[in-house]
């Protein structure tokens, strides 16, 4: 019977340790979502706040690896990815869109 006991609490400890290491392994996919719109506060390396239609405002915290390209400063078109960490958007790049310029002799 002790016998016995020792090989039930050997399977049920070599169970529990697998079970934690492949949970540990497994990790959520956050999604990247994408914003355009103007800017409307800007704070070098800490934050950003855009301006997206009419009457969305969406707040951003830039992540210290974040890319920023271009000359960030309000009033500017930009691009920002970004993805959700509880309430907070962290913005992973930003970067300014450069209006295309239109080719000559169309109308």
């Known amino acids: 019977m002790k016998k016995l006991l020792i ?4 399977i049920f400890v070599s169970f529990a340790f697998v079970t934690g290491t492949m949970a540990e ?9 994408k914003a355009t719109g103007t800017v409307f506060a800007y704070k070098a390396g800490e934050t950003i706040t855009v301006k997206a239609g009419k009457d969305k405002v969406l707040e951003f915290v830039i ?15 930009v ?7 509880g309430d907070k958007n962290v913005a992973s790049a930003v970067t300014v869109v450069v209006p295309k310029a239109k080719a000559k002799g169309k109308k």
């Open 63 to 77: 992540a210290a690896d974040a890319k920023v390209q271009g000359d960030i400063k309000e009033g500017v078109k």
């Open 25 to 33: 392994g497994k990790k959520v996919a956050v999604k990247t979502m």
């Open 7 to 10: 090989i039930m609490v050997a």
């Open 79 to 85: 691009l920002v990815n970004y993805k959700k960490d």
